[in-house]
């Protein structure tokens, strides 16, 4: 019987170039990944002035109860380069309103915000020719129904080909 050599590999530079690149491919593809998903998910928020926010806090959450004991539901609309918004009361009949305001914020910068200011369709319904862009948006809505602060409808919403999800 005649042994044969037992052949030992090397490390060569070539595995150390292999080493190298490999490493820093698989950090720069994780870089680009997560910078993508964070570009395209974030939905922070933005506040003026984080004090101040706080310190309106509980009458804003004793508003929105007592808004909520009025039982209303408001429809939102948006397609064909058309917004609309109407009221309707806890038995489903509409409320007369005087005047519509909609502010749409992007949730991650406030270049795109923009306030559109609608007409009267009927007493109950109003409407404005507006396009948001697509993407996420969040809707303040400042409905006068003639009470002593506006109806405040607020909604985080889904923009597709000009048209609401």
Do not use: C
Request: proline share 3%.
């Amino acid at each position: 019987m005649s042994a044969q050599p037992h052949k030992t590999r090397e490390f060569t530079g070539k595995h150390m170039l292999f080493t190298i690149v490999g490493f820093f491919a698989v950090v720069i593809g994780v870089n680009v990944t997560m910078a993508t998903l964070a570009n395209t998910s974030w939905t922070g928020l933005v506040v003026e002035n984080s004090y101040v926010a706080s310190q309106q806090f509980n009458q804003k959450a004793r508003d929105g109860r007592a808004q909520a004991a009025l039982g209303w539901t408001g429809k939102l609309t948006i397609a064909s380069g058309k917004v609309g918004y109407s009221l309707t009361d806890a038995f489903g009949k509409p409320v007369s309103l005087r005047a519509v305001k909609i502010l749409f914020r992007h949730p991650a910068y406030e270049a795109e915000d923009k306030v559109v200011t609608l007409g009267a369709d009927t007493g109950q319904a109003f409407s404005a020719q507006h396009t948001p862009k697509d993407g996420v948006w969040i809707v303040e809505i400042d409905a006068d129904a003639g009470q002593a602060e506006p109806y405040r409808d607020v909604r985080r919403i889904m923009i597709a080909k000009g048209a609401m999800l």
